[in-house]
């Protein structure tokens, strides 16, 4: 096995950040499962997918992590200067973070845990809820169109001023989307797994309260927010399989976030005929499944022909046929997280079983 050792060290120092906030990812988990083993009532369904929720977000994270740092065959995830940018971006960040948590704690005067009035979200908070996750769409217009431009003025800029030394992105404008996408994804990955973790450790303190208005009930307290498995989920395809597979990053995320979520407000809406899931045996409806179903193919399709042509049908069909298996097996762990990484693996076996990958 190709162990590839750590040439230039200054390169992969953004990912410090990131494999620390794993390990209090894993401090998070630890603090759950305390919380749980101290109940002396069985589990409810809701309460253990709080634990595997977790668990898997830390799993994936660190696979994600070692991977891109030791074993990759793309030398350098976030490129110099955009690495140097991102430890500056994220210093600014923990700064201004930390003024508005000083004044949140000067202020608030609630309790010192986090509390939801209702048990579940009514319409309205589930039409915000999902559609915050379209937010991950822009990777698709940075892959697309803002990538190259963003890049080209990078190389401009560092071109103007020689302080910044010579960039390592002149002769690679093909990369210029995963450059952009990686970057862009990183930060925000830091920006908001950061406030996560103020929000389980030091609520009183965290100045974003308003949020949990959008958090479902397992959401709560010493756990994840769905926000937070889609960021992982994502980010982990663009860092894995985003230099050799754009279009199949991107037809995975759009339906992660599109297809999934249209699926939910459609059944929450209109759906009358209901299933039970096969492990949470969670109600669902078979309008909300069809929706999801129609939008996946259409969505797969759409990124999928310029590259594979006449085979991005049946391809469409795999990754669709992924995300309904997602959602009819309904395991305990966030379907934000599986549905990413689920059908953007299927996608790049099937295409290279099928000799176009």
Not at 50 to 64: K, W
Not at 97 to 121: M, N, Q, S, T
Not at 274 to 286: C, D, E, I, N
């Amino acid at each position: 096995m190709h162990f590839r050792v750590l040439g230039d060290f200054w390169n992969y120092i953004y990912l410090i950040p990131l494999f620390a906030i794993g390990v209090l990812f894993l401090l998070i988990l630890l603090k759950k499962h305390r919380e749980q083993r101290q109940r002396l009532l069985p589990l409810t369904d809701e309460e253990r997918e709080s634990l595997a929720n977790p668990i898997a977000i830390t799993a994936i994270l660190f696979t994600t992590l070692i991977y891109v740092t030791f074993f990759s065959n793309f030398r350098i995830i976030v490129p110099y200067p955009l690495d140097v940018l991102t430890l500056i971006w994220y210093g600014f960040f923990l700064v201004t973070f930390w003024i508005l948590c000083v004044r949140e704690k000067r202020r608030y005067h609630g309790p010192p845990f986090e509390v939801k009035e209702e048990a579940d979200l009514s319409l309205k908070y589930e039409v915000i809820r999902k559609t915050t996750h379209t937010v991950i769409m822009l990777v698709i217009v940075c892959y697309i169109a803002f990538g190259p431009l963003f890049m080209s003025f990078v190389n401009w800029l560092t071109g103007i001023f020689p302080i910044f030394g010579v960039t390592s992105l002149v002769g690679d404008p093909l990369y210029y989307g995963q450059y952009t996408v990686a970057f862009l994804t990183v930060i925000a990955f830091l920006g908001l797994s950061t406030s996560e973790i103020v929000r389980v450790f030091f609520y009183s303190a965290y100045p974003l309260k308003a949020v949990k208005k959008i958090f479902r009930q397992k959401e709560l307290g010493s756990a994840l927010g769905s926000h937070i498995s889609l960021t992982v989920g994502s980010m982990a395809v663009i860092l894995i399989f985003g230099p050799r597979y754009p279009d199949i990053v991107m037809a995975s995320i759009s339906i992660s976030a599109i297809a999934d979520g249209a699926a939910s407000i459609v059944g929450r809406k209109l759906g009358t005929h209901q299933y039970k899931t096969v492990f949470a045996r969670k109600k669902k409806t078979w309008e909300g499944l069809l929706t999801g179903t129609i939008v996946s193919l259409i969505l797969s399709f759409s990124f999928l022909m310029y590259r594979f042509g006449f085979l991005s049908f049946f391809l469409a069909f795999v990754a669709t046929g992924m995300l309904d298996l997602i959602d009819l097996l309904s395991i305990q762990i966030s379907d934000n997280l599986l549905n990413p990484i689920v059908t953007s693996t299927a996608l790049v076996l099937v295409a290279n079983a099928l000799g176009v990958g």
